[in-house]
């Protein structure tokens, strides 16, 4: 009897064809086309075929099923059509948040892009001649702007690339005496560069700078796809310069020096100064690479963050090459930089490697205006950058802005504790506590900020933060101790309204 029945139940469901002829989703197919409707139909009637299978709808449930059908199907089809890559509200109080896309990008940058993006643009065409250009030009330019002063101080003037087997040749006045290139991401870079410059030869390295980074992607294993071979010296927390010069030998091809950006090893510890990197390098006619990996542009200290070098510190100290990111401390795109030497970066365009780790014309876009920016200085244009400068009271305003909003909400509905809405079901507390950088970047620096602390009578802080992700915007934050924490630094301008909305939308 109860087989039969469920036999019955299955013969009530509709087909494909027969739902795409009800009216009201007739009009889905024509917003949306058939194909897509007929797959969203297929989809719930998959589920209502598992939930009868498993006596989970039985004669009641299922009219109410059949009759809601239309609605399931455009609920379906919502589902289906909407992208996978949605903007979301970081309250985590990382500013680089790796997950969440890292840096956001600046109004002018977003801009830049667009007009780019909708037209024909000038990507390897010179305007001047109207032959064929270089896309390296469109940063470039703009890098050698904000590397002439370190550029004219320094004894980068343009080197012969062909005067020595090492790299390091006699000095000509031929060109810029800094270049800049562009290629996916900082790890490309280091492959580039390493493969340009050392294939078949050795490139010495300290082992206390073997690091892992996101992904488990591994350095030494990126390292070794360049067909160099790395001779890794010192030991973990201890390396001299002495272990650098006695591992040259005639099949030394670079030295390199890898920040360790995202971890810090302090105790018993030795490193040497980069200035005795670069006299060695000068000493023994090879070029010293520098992966900085976050790539700051501006002066950190200016916010409170020591120990985390930027590109110029390195150009500034001799490095023949440096490499980092775009949409770390630089506050852009993601891509890789390589700048340095002129007869260097030459020799790594050169390499047919270089074509199929070049990046797009937005990218060139969005680095563009990034650097465009930092050329005017204008650093609070870049959001990544902004939150940092924040100070405590300043997030102090914002926060208690943002409490008093929900205790307004809370006071409008004393009676409402088992009603609809979930501001009532709040408790709100605000705490001291610390941003932190995020993205691999100074892993020890901290900066001081104001947390907003919530608790849900209904659900425990693990509970309600996932119901936070589920909501529309997803608002992203943090669990310690048992309640959800907002760092409202990383909250973009304009998102608080956002925030209070969806905190009592939980219920």
Request: charged fraction near 25%; include cysteine; hydrophobic fraction near 40%.
């Amino acid at each position: 009897m109860r087989a039969s029945s469920k036999s019955a139940r299955f013969q009530r469901l509709p087909s494909t064809d027969q739902l795409l002829q009800n009216p009201e989703l007739r009009l889905f197919v024509e917003r949306e086309g058939q194909p897509a409707v007929a797959d969203a139909i297929r989809r719930v009637l998959a589920r209502l075929r598992e939930e009868i299978a498993d006596d989970r709808l039985d004669e009641k449930s299922l009219e109410l099923a059949l009759d809601g059908l239309p609605g399931a199907v455009e609920r379906q089809l919502r589902q289906s059509l909407r992208y996978s890559l949605r903007p979301v509200i970081n309250a985590t109080g990382v500013i680089l948040h790796t997950n969440l896309g890292r840096a956001p990008l600046a109004a002018a940058v977003v801009e830049h892009i667009r007009e780019t993006a909708l037209s024909y643009c000038n990507l390897e065409l010179d305007l001047g001649t109207g032959g064929r250009g270089k896309r390296d030009v469109h940063v470039d330019r703009l890098f050698q702007k904000l590397f002439e002063e370190i550029a004219a101080a320094g004894d980068f003037r343009g080197q012969d690339e062909d005067s020595s087997e090492t790299g390091i040749g006699e000095a000509t006045d031929r060109g810029p005496a800094l270049s800049t290139i562009v290629v996916n991401n900082n790890a490309a870079a280091v492959l580039l560069a390493l493969n340009s410059l050392a294939e078949g030869g050795e490139v010495v390295v300290s082992r206390g700078e073997l690091v892992e980074i996101g992904g488990s992607f591994r350095v030494p294993e990126v390292m070794s796809k360049s067909q160099a071979t790395l001779r890794e010296v010192g030991t973990t927390n201890r390396t001299r310069i002495e272990d650098y010069e006695s591992a040259i030998t005639e099949r030394t091809r670079l030295l390199l020096r890898v920040h360790r950006s995202n971890f810090a090893i302090t105790g018993f510890t030795e490193q040497p100064a980069l200035a005795e990197l670069v006299a060695l390098a000068r000493r023994r006619k090879i070029p010293l690479i520098e992966d900085l990996g976050s790539g700051a542009l501006f002066d950190l200290r200016s916010v409170g963050i020591n120990n985390e070098p930027s590109v110029a510190d390195s150009l500034r100290a001799g490095v023949d090459l440096v490499t980092y990111s775009g949409d770390k401390l630089m506050g852009g795109p993601q891509a890789g930089l390589i700048t340095g030497r002129r007869h260097l970066v030459a020799r790594l365009r050169s390499n047919s490697l270089f074509r199929a780790l070049r990046v797009d014309k937005l990218t060139y876009a969005a680095l563009e205006a990034t650097v465009l920016a930092y050329v005017k200085g204008d650093h609070d244009a870049m959001p990544a950058l902004r939150m940092m400068r924040l100070t405590k009271s300043e997030i102090a305003r914002r926060a208690e802005g943002l409490v008093a909003q929900i205790a307004t909400q809370q006071a409008r509905e004393p009676g409402q504790r088992s009603g609809p809405s979930g501001f009532a079901r709040l408790k709100i507390e605000l705490l001291d506590g610390e941003s932190v950088i995020g993205g691999g970047a100074a892993p020890s620096a901290v900066l001081p900020t104001l947390l907003i602390a919530v608790t849900h009578r209904d659900f425990s802080a693990e509970e309600f933060c996932a119901r936070l992700r589920q909501c529309d915007p997803p608002l992203i934050a943090r669990v310690e101790a048992d309640r959800v924490l907002l760092d409202v630094r990383t909250v973009l301008a304009g998102q608080d309204p956002a925030v209070v909305e969806i905190l009592g939308s939980i219920h």
